[in-house]
């Protein structure tokens, strides 16, 4: 018969298994974004803070930071739309978009691109202005109402499909990080595109967000728009 | 026989273990949506309408102008409603809003739920947006996610708005 002593011991060793098997149970939804927190070539932000100190005030000023960005490697243009940057960012750099108003992009969509790659060290697009840059699919013949396409002073609706190396397909822990991080800025009344959990797009987990509602979307990126609010992006400072 | 301090010990591992847990499960990163219109568990396109809730509980049905006396049909409401909500599923073209008025008007007609279905998409096609500016009104454009989430919420049906 086991002593008193033996049975605390045991007692003490089962208790202390339990707790093992508890931290290795629960890490991975304590954490679901380590592997895109690792596959992310920087560390970044949470919260805008930095990253939204003297963010260029004007649209011209954010695209030329974002020609500057896809000289540098930094804004990658997936090769279907490859007609946004001499079609939309370069004209809105230049200041020549005038000549082809159809062709321009929200001011606070271009801010948004500028935030991402300080705060994740690049990014890639696969839309933005649908009216001149498509891949013969999703068009604006096929969808008018998509904010790729509306409103007609310049859409304000993002495609991204990688931030800093880590895959964005909106069903995935790099689509929730982003999210959180762009709940911290952009204004109330702004969408996300994300899977709907069908057309084989898995189990994936949604942060709760305050300012960025929901609707469904295939995973093969992670839509953002501003909806039909005009407010500015928050919490933007300059030092 | 164990000892009371060891009791208390393992009490105290059991109680950290139970608390540990509990805030695993509460990390942000696991909550669900707080999304107002879309769970990530609703009936995804491929079984349209097959498990969706009932159209009756909708919450922006109103404005009916279908017979009052006239008994609503559910399903047959619904069966009307998934095909126009599939009319349009690639987006809101101009063809494919056309196509889907005809089975949005009967889904009305069999149940007065699905009335703000007809009169949205019947306000996108009088009102469409132009495909070639993205000039025309901010209703047409609001409307259309009405429609889209009316359709993925109600009717199981996934509507692109990308």
New interface residues.
């Given amino acids: 018969m086991a002593t008193p002593r033996r049975r605390r011991r045991t007692i003490i060793r089962a208790a202390l298994l339990a707790l093992v098997c508890a931290m290795i149970a629960g890490l991975p939804l304590a954490a679901p974004d380590a592997p895109a927190t690792a596959a992310l070539a920087q560390p970044a932000e949470s919260v805008c803070v930095d990253t939204c100190t003297n963010v260029p005030a004007t649209a011209q000023a954010a695209a030329q930071s974002l020609m500057t960005s896809y000289g540098n490697g930094t804004l990658i243009i997936e090769w279907a739309e490859r007609a946004i940057i001499p079609a939309e960012i370069q004209p809105i750099a230049n200041g020549t978009i005038g000549q082809t108003p159809q062709c321009n992009i929200d001011t606070r969509t271009l801010q948004t691109l500028v935030i991402i790659i300080r705060n994740y060290g690049s990014v890639q697009v696969s839309d933005l202005n649908r009216h001149c840059a498509n891949d013969g699919v999703a068009t604006c013949g096929s969808n008018p109402t998509s904010r790729h396409c509306v409103p007609s002073s310049g859409p304000n609706a993002m495609d991204i499909t990688y931030i800093g190396g880590a895959r964005t397909r909106g069903n995935d822990s790099a689509s929730s990080i982003l999210l959180r991080f762009l709940d911290s800025f952009l204004p109330n009344g702004s969408r996300a595109g994300q899977a709907s959990g069908g057309d084989n797009c898995g189990v994936y987990s949604m942060p709760g967000l305050a300012n960025i509602s929901r609707f469904t979307d295939f995973c093969t990126h992670i839509h953002v728009d501003l909806g039909s609010t005009t407010a500015g992006l928050r919490n933007l400072r300059t030092r | ?3 009371p ?3 208390r ?2 009490l105290a ?2 109680l ?2 139970v608390a ?2 509990g ?3 509460a ?12 769970h ?8 349209a309408g097959s498990a969706s809730p009932s159209p009756t509980a909708s919450p922006t049905a109103g404005a009916s102008t279908s017979e009052p006396s006239a008994p609503a049909d559910t399903a047959a409401g619904l069966a009307a409603a998934v095909r126009a909500c599939q009319a349009i599923a ?5 063809a494919n809003v056309s196509a889907a008025l005809a089975p949005a008007a009967e889904a009305a007609g069999n149940d007065p739920a699905w009335q703000p279905l007809s009169d949205d998409l019947t306000f ?1 096609a009088n009102n ?9 009104p ?1 209703k ?3 409307d ?2 009405a429609v ?2 009316m359709c ?1 919420s109600q009717a199981g049906v ?1 509507v ?3």
Avoid at chain 2, 40 to 47: F, G, K, L, M, N
């Fill in positions: 026989m164990v000892s301090r060891a009791v010990s393992a591992v059991v950290v273990v540990l847990s805030c695993a499960h990390a942000p990163g696991a909550t669900p949506t707080v999304s107002p219109t879309v990530a568990t609703a009936t995804p396109s491929h079984q690639g987006g809101f073209s101009a996108i469409p947006i132009d495909p070639n500016t993205g000039e025309g901010q047409t454009v609001d259309a996610s889209a989430d993925f996934q692109s708005q990308d």
